[in-house]
């Protein structure tokens, strides 16, 4: 597998590579929006084939030098753009016919390794998890919000069971000093008895304030909107997931769009919808045993995609008010 090099050390692999190229089959040409630029591994992949265009975004501004480096190399078929996907509906693409759009949901290696970002518990010095174009940091939350909120937060996006007494040795801690990434993990260690995770103990605290911070749950919502309605008939929608709160939305969006049936439980009395889209697979693609054995991390990734049957742009799905409860909890951000 082709992996992009950064710096000696840390590299990132693009994670189902085959799999999401086989999905989106650029070698019959198009343009493809890729929404999680990353190091570029799915653009620069799309772009060994001719008659091919991409489109690029990433919120990260440290990616946009890898974005330049390409864009000098194929100056007429490559574009990048420093943006959240959430915003994918402000790109001026009427009367582009969009072939693929992709997400590689997450973080690449290289960002979960840089200090500066503090995604890792290994990190030192303030709480951050800002990946780019964000309003507020782990800091703030961690430090600010009551015990309640902090309790929603580690409970909602990070299903973490100790959720009450982490928050509440939080609150008990920062009335004396400002708690910075060390200071959360020992509140972890003291908070849970038990000891012997499979996964370091503080991974699914460090999660919740991850997702929050960068909103990850609205952002997921609205750039799949976004991308249902701008693509035209025949176009592809593929999203490789990381974690389970992730998957559980696009796997009911998709279903959403797909079936004649409504999955709502806000719509009972509709039981025969007309649909636009297709989702060939119910189940989704997973790593290879030899992938997994390359990249280790890549064992929790899931592929799932869907096939749009005709142009329109309306689509039919009640995600937004599927998911409410936990954009009402991101919401909690708006008092900081
Ligand atoms: C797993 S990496 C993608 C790796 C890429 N497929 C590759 O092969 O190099 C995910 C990337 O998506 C970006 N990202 C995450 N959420 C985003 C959002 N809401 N809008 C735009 N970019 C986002 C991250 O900054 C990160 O660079």
Known sequence: MEATIVSDN???????????????????????IDCTFGQG?????????????????????????????????????????????????????KNLNVKGIIFDLGYSYVQMKDQKKGLSFNSSGDLNMRIGLNDF???????????????????????????????????KQR?????????????????????????HIATKTFQALRIFVNKEI?????????????????????????????DKIVKYFFKSLSEHKSVSRYRPKIDQKKVSFKMP????ITPSDKEINENPPSRSAKLRYLIKLEDTFDIESDILKKFSHLIDIENLSLKL
């Open 175 to 199: 009335s004396s000093k400002k708690i910075r990434t060390k200071d959360l993990v020992n509140i972890i260690e003291k908070s849970k008895r038990k000891q012997n995770y499979k996964t």
């Open 218 to 246: 609205s952002s997921l919502i609205y750039g799949l909107i976004s991308s249902a309605k701008i693509l035209k008939k025949n176009g592809i929608l593929a999203v490789v997931t990381f974690h389970s709160l992730e």
């Open 10 to 32: 840390v590299k990132h692999y693009p994670v189902l590579l085959k799999e999401i190229i086989s999905v989106i089959s650029p070698q019959h040409g198009g343009t493809f």
């Open 281 to 284: 697979l119910k189940k989704p």
């Open 137 to 171: 940091s782990a800091s703030e939350v961690v430090n600010n919000l009551s015990g309640k909120e902090l309790e929603k937060i580690l409970k909602y996006f990070g299903d973490e069971k100790n959720a009450r007494i982490i928050s509440k040795n939080i609150i």
């Open 41 to 93: 591994g799915y653009s620069n992949e799309i772009l060994k084939y001719k008659d091919t265009n991409v489109i690029a975004l990433d919120r990260d501004i440290e990616t946009e030098i890898i974005g330049q480096r390409l864009q000098k190399k194929f100056p007429d078929r490559f574009f990048f753009k420093n943006l959240n996907f959430n915003k994918l509906s402000n790109l001026k693409l």
